[in-house]
């Protein structure tokens, strides 16, 4: 904001106290616009905020009768625990943002229950860096990634799927930045459709068949921090 000093009365003064308020007015205004704009932000965060997959529940519910039923009193006490620990974090809609740690430990309950539906069909590693594990990111931001990697990549695939998940600061351009990576020994993803997926992440649109979940996770990763930041996939058939 300029303001100019007012030190006469006469027609000049009177421009220069114009051009004070005007200044002020503008002033006002580019504030207003930057709270709308944050509120804005907010509002399109939380409407494509990852929630838990209405399917994912219904199936883990279903799992936890016949377990039940069958006495497995370990395996209900343990897979009834890791959806708690779900449902704790999806409803917590307070915070935008989590630590890395929080991240992961969500993304281990869900990766309990996948394994132990999946019988000996999945198996996981999970590798943070210690030093970035207080690190913020936004909520719900792996999770995702990792759905699509058992029913996309491992659920059509015969043997045993690994899925591996890596959490490290990189070097770019100089800067600093978290780097996250989900890895998978699927049946892969063939070059016509990776190019589709990287067209859908770079324009936004969206296919039914991938899912929403990874265009949400992009979309949410560019209002938060710019678009330079998002999600890339590598990937070949088999």
């Not at 539906?117 to 913020?136: G, W």
């Not at 067209?199 to 710019?226: A, P, T």
Request: with cysteine; aromatic share 8%.
């Amino acid at each position: 904001q300029a303001n100019v000093e007012v030190t006469t009365m006469n027609e000049i003064g009177s421009l220069t106290k114009s051009f004070n308020v005007m200044t002020k007015r503008i002033q006002e205004l580019m504030e207003q616009n930057v709270a709308a704009q944050k509120e804005k932000r907010k509002s399109e965060m939380k409407a494509l905020q990852a929630q838990i997959n209405p399917h994912f529940l219904y199936n883990t519910l279903d799992s936890i009768i016949w377990m039940a039923e069958a006495g497995q009193n370990d395996d209900v006490v343990l897979m009834t625990s890791a959806l708690a620990k779900l449902l704790r974090q999806s409803i917590s809609n307070d915070k935008e943002q989590v630590r890395v740690e929080e991240e992961m430990n969500y993304v281990q309950s869900y990766l309990t229950i996948q394994k132990m539906r999946y019988k000996d069909k999945l198996e996981y590693t999970i590798d943070v860096d210690p030093e970035i594990c207080s690190v913020s990111i936004i909520k719900f931001a792996i999770q995702p990634l990792v759905e699509n990697a058992i029913y996309h990549g491992i659920k059509e695939k015969e043997g045993i799927g690994e899925i591996v998940i890596t959490a490290s600061a990189e070097m770019k351009d100089g800067n600093s930045v978290l780097s996250l990576y989900v890895y998978d020994n699927g049946v892969g993803i063939p070059e016509e459709k990776l190019t589709q997926i990287h067209r859908g992440l770079r324009f936004g649109v969206k296919n039914m068949q991938d899912g929403y979940g990874i265009y949400n996770v992009n979309e949410r990763i560019g209002l938060y921090y710019g678009a330079s930041f998002g999600l890339s996939y590598e990937s070949q058939a088999g």
